[in-house]
């Protein structure tokens, strides 16, 4: 069972309808499914609400450390709690999925996202859920950086606020840890974006 959600993404206006921002998207809505109020929490560096769900306690966190520290918000609050790398999902942008794909894993690689490889740091452990919300990527690792802090073209903005909508739906299985139900429905059909080719390096003496 999931008992902490965290959405990732940076604090500020400046950076509210970013890309990198669609974790703190998901728990936006998460909030209003729920009905509750994120409020700033200083002990744990983050936006935290407490509710009680289907019977059991449930937090939900939008770490304002900055993205590259969000393991520190992360960490502190589940040390506190109690809380297990297995009873937490966190939510963020996913730059290997188009827009309008989210999936669910647990476990693996933090693939080079740099708030994910703080939380891995901070709780020593890759066995947390993640949910990845497709965000496309620009076509060249260089560009990544600029692609993240920009607001998605209107086209890409509405797959993206759709992928999280369809996610959204069901949060009662991932609060009642029927992690294979969730998996299953969460996973949207439309497949990964596809990595670019890379060209053959060209024979200078050619």
């Known amino acids: 069972m999931i008992k902490l959600f965290v959405g990732l993404g940076n604090p500020g206006p400046e950076y509210e309808d970013t890309r990198h921002n669609a974790g703190f998207w998901w728990i936006d809505g998460l909030a209003r499914e729920l009905k509750v109020q994120l409020n700033p929490e200083r002990s744990y560096w983050g936006l935290m609400a407490r509710t009680n769900v289907l019977g059991q306690t449930v937090w939900l966190l939008e ?16 040390r506190f709690f109690k809380i297990q790398p297995e009873e937490i999902l966190v939510v963020h942008d996913e730059l290997d999925f188009e827009p ?12 080079g996202h740099n708030g994910l490889r703080d939380i891995h740091a901070q709780l020593g452990s890759d066995q947390y859920w993640r949910l990845r919300v497709g965000i496309g990527h620009p076509g060249h690792k260089g560009e990544v950086a600029s692609w993240v802090l920009k ?16 996610s959204l739906k069901y949060w009662r299985e991932l609060v009642e840890g029927d992690m294979s139900k969730a998996t299953n429905l969460i996973h949207t059909t439309k497949p990964p974006r596809p990595k670019p080719e890379r060209k053959p390096p060209q024979n200078p003496e050619a």
């Open 63 to 78: 770490p304002q450390t900055f993205m590259n520290l969000s393991g520190k918000s992360v960490g502190t609050l589940a």
């Open 100 to 111: 309008g794909v989210a999936k669910l894993k647990k476990g693996g690689s933090h693939g």
């Open 151 to 166: 607001k998605p073209p209107q086209e890409q903005w509405n797959l993206i606020q759709d992928s999280i909508a369809h």
